[in-house]
């Protein structure tokens, strides 16, 4: 998966030309065109000052990143969020949460795996996604399992087959972006794949595709004949 870095160059929102802040961005070109981390620096509204809104939106995403159902107590350990501010956010991600599910998504090509996680070409470091399936191949969730560059040392397979084993899932897809925008996958990914694959039969959790990618395009290791 790919990185699309659209995170502003600018430490503040005062610095920060108006029509590149996230609500003049969201009025001329709709809520779609934000990144996840804009999104949340909306729901926050401002920062105090010792922290940019856009530092605190950032830490925030890195949380739900790791937790998807991170709830206000620890939204509050953020430095600069209050109790109010972290009820209310609690509040937005539940609602978010009560909208997908049950919504039957159905994973039947590599072009659906990549509209379901491409949110992540934001990211400045390497994500692996793990979308987790049923046997109808419908979405289960996701998660992430891991942050860094995929290699042996930072990708372990209990990461990656801990929620799926949990959840009970039926298969999984996998993804992850590259910053760089360049998405063919590097050595280091198809190692890394071909051990989770190995993992994957023995737990009876099939891999049915590993997608790198970045804002505007993928590549599919079950295209490519190398899954």
Same mark, same amino acid.
């Given at each position: 998966?790919?990185?699309?870095?659209?995170? #502003?160059?600018?430490? =503040?929102?005062?610095? =920060?030309?108006?029509? $590149?802040?996230? /609500?003049?961005?969201?009025?001329?070109?709709?809520? *779609?065109?934000? #990144?996840?981390? @804009?999104?949340?620096?909306?729901?926050?509204?401002?920062?105090?000052?010792?922290?940019?809104?856009?530092?605190?939106?950032?830490? !925030?995403?890195?949380?739900?990143?790791?937790?998807?159902?991170?709830?206000?107590? @620890?939204?509050? !350990?953020?430095? +600069?969020?209050?109790?109010?501010?972290?009820?209310?956010?609690? *509040?937005?991600? @539940?609602?978010?949460?009560?909208?997908?599910?049950?919504?039957?998504?159905?994973? %039947?090509?590599?072009? $659906?795996?990549?509209?379901?996680?491409?949110?992540?070409?934001?990211?400045?470091?390497?994500?692996?996604?793990?979308?987790?399936?049923? +046997?109808?191949?419908?979405?289960?969730?996701?998660?992430? *399992? #891991?942050? +860094?560059?995929?290699? /042996?040392?930072?990708?372990?397979?209990?990461?990656?087959?801990?929620?799926? !084993?949990?959840? /009970?899932?039926?298969?999984? *897809?996998?993804?992850?972006?590259?910053? %760089? +925008?360049?998405? !063919?996958?590097?050595?280091?990914?198809?190692?890394? #794949?071909?051990?989770?694959?190995?993992?994957?039969?023995?737990?009876?959790?099939?891999?049915?595709?590993?997608?790198?990618?970045?804002?505007?395009? &993928? &590549?599919?290791?079950?295209?490519?004949?190398?899954?």
């Amino acid at each position: 998966m790919s990185n699309y870095i659209i995170r #502003t160059a600018y430490s =503040t929102m005062k610095e =920060t030309p108006i029509e $590149d802040r996230p /609500r003049e961005k969201m009025e001329r070109l709709g809520p *779609a065109a934000l #990144t996840d981390e @804009e999104l949340l620096m909306l729901i926050i509204g401002s920062g105090n000052a010792k922290r940019p809104v856009n530092e605190i939106a950032e830490e !925030l995403l890195e949380k739900i990143d790791r937790n998807p159902s991170i709830r206000t107590e @620890e939204i509050m !350990l953020i430095q +600069g969020i209050g109790k109010a501010k972290a009820s209310a956010i609690d *509040a937005a991600l @539940e609602l978010g949460r009560r909208r997908v599910r049950g919504k039957g998504r159905t994973i %039947s090509a590599p072009a $659906d795996i990549f509209n379901e996680i491409r949110h992540y070409a934001s990211r400045q470091q390497e994500h692996l996604l793990v979308i987790m399936l049923n +046997g109808a191949h419908e979405v289960m969730g996701n998660v992430v *399992a #891991t942050v +860094g560059l995929l290699n /042996r040392t930072i990708v372990h397979p209990r990461e990656v087959f801990s929620e799926p !084993l949990k959840q /009970r899932v039926a298969a999984i *897809a996998i993804a992850h972006n590259h910053p %760089s +925008g360049n998405v !063919l996958p590097s050595e280091d990914d198809k190692d890394v #794949t071909q051990r989770l694959k190995k993992c994957g039969d023995i737990l009876g959790i099939k891999i049915l595709d590993h997608i790198v990618f970045s804002d505007d395009k &993928y &590549y599919s290791f079950l295209e490519h004949g190398i899954l």
